[in-house]
T-cell receptor, first 116, second 114 residues
Framework: NAGVTQTPKFQVLKTGQSMTLQCAQD?????MYWYRQDPGMGLRLIYY???????DKGEVPNGYNVSRLNKREFSLRLESAAPSQTSVYFC???????????????FGPGTRLTVT | DAKTTQPPSMDCAEGRAANLPCNHS???????VYWYRQIHSQGPQYIIH???NNETNEMASLIITEDRKSSTLILPHATLRDTAVYYC???????????????FGSGTQLTVLP
């Protein structure tokens, strides 16, 4: 049981390049999330997906797109990278179905992205 | 969601109890207190949560004041591996089907000293 996995672990992009960050979870969770964390700051939500087929904007969605490919996978795309998107990106998942009134969020190990 | 206030940093001697405070004076009746921690370069990890009663699990204890305006996370015997940023988060209990996210502030950097 790997939990939440993210690829790649590190990435360097030039301004204007595009890329997709991949996230997968094997816990059969309904909800998945993308956060970014800038140095010395807390996590900020970019997008989330309450269930397969749905996505919603979080606090800082500009410059990003997401795809909930299936229940397991939730990808984050940067269409035209900017230096302001240099950050550590974390994916998370949580069970929100049925009578699961409390469930913790499980986080992946993060992707460290540098845009030059 | 209610705002929380935490000290930016704290030190603790290895083997001693680490007591991390959190103020949440605007907490409302349906809001819980959650604690997560983030060890350097890793994703955040859930520790504990509570409403008004004190809670304990294998990782920590959570003490919530009677007026619920503040709480303390206690790591009873801190080890070097407990060095991390600790986040106190206040928000309504996750209802079934709700995907509302956690809002992380700046947290407290706990450094456990040998």
């Amino acid at each position: 049981n790997a939990g939440v996995t993210q690829t790649p672990k590190f990435q360097v992009l030039k301004t204007g390049q595009s890329m997709t960050l991949q996230c997968a979870q094997d816990m059969n969770h309904n909800s998945m999330y993308w956060y970014r964390q800038d140095p010395g700051m807390g996590l900020r939500l970019i997008y989330y997906s309450a269930s397969e087929g749905t996505t919603d904007k979080g606090e800082v969605p500009n410059g990003y797109n997401v795809s909930r490919l299936n229940k397991r996978e939730f990808s984050l795309r940067l269409e035209s990278a900017a230096p302001s998107q240099t950050s550590v990106y974390f994916c998370a998942s949580r069970e929100t179905s049925g009578r699961a009134v409390f469930s913790e969020q499980y986080f992946g190990p993060g992707t460290r992205l540098t845009v030059t | 969601d209610a705002k929380t206030t935490q000290p930016p940093s704290m030190d603790c001697a290895e083997g001693r109890a680490a007591n991390l405070p959190c103020n949440h004076s605007t907490i409302s009746g349906n809001e819980y207190v959650y604690w997560y921690r983030q060890i350097h370069s890793q994703g955040p990890q859930y520790i504990i949560h509570g409403l008004k009663n004190n809670e304990t699990n294998e990782m920590a204890s959570l003490i919530i004041t009677e007026d619920r305006k503040s709480s303390t996370l206690i790591l009873p015997h801190a080890t070097l591996r407990d060095t991390a940023v600790y986040y106190c988060i206040v928000r309504p209990f996750f209802s079934s089907g709700s995907a509302r996210q956690l809002t992380f502030g700046s947290g407290t950097q706990l450094t456990v000293l040998p």
